[in-house]
């Protein structure tokens, strides 16, 4: 499995902006597709973007369009979130994963789940 380290969250006010990182372990990564999720109290994990191994193909969730961009850095074993104009509905640890693929971005056995990293987003 690839070991995967959340961190960047923090708490910004309505609008601003964070920038989060995952930071993989093994020479593997750069070749997983990989995926953002978060968990906001009292709802289930959700899908949030998700990026193909080479970073050409990108997906999101409908909430996120135009606001969040996911990136990766193979050679640094590191995938990015950079979230923009952030509403107080963006709130919850966010996660980062293997995913199955960019169009069907189902949790992977190839990768696990880490502690996560907290957003609060205040209004």
């Known amino acids: 499995q690839v070991q995967l380290v959340e961190s960047g969250g923090g708490l910004v006010q309505t609008g601003g902006s964070l920038k989060l990182s995952c930071q993989g372990s093994?020479?593997?990564?750069?070749?997983?597709?990989m995926g953002w999720f978060r968990q906001a109290p009292g709802k289930e994990r959700e899908f949030v973007a998700a990026?193909?191994?080479?970073?050409?193909?990108?997906s999101y969730t409908d909430s996120v369009k135009g606001r969040f961009t996911i990136s990766r850095d193979n050679a640094k074993n590191t995938m990015y979130l950079q979230m923009n104009t952030l509403k107080p509905e963006d709130t919850a640890i966010y996660y980062c994963?293997?995913?199955?693929?960019?169009?069907?971005?189902?949790?992977?056995?190839?990768?696990?789940w880490g502690q996560g990293t907290q957003v609060t987003v205040s209004s």
């Open positions: 990026i193909s191994w080479g970073g050409g193909s990108t």
């Open positions: 093994g020479r593997t990564f750069s070749g997983y597709h």
């Open positions: 994963n293997v995913v199955r693929s960019v169009i069907r971005p189902e949790p992977s056995a190839l990768g696990s």
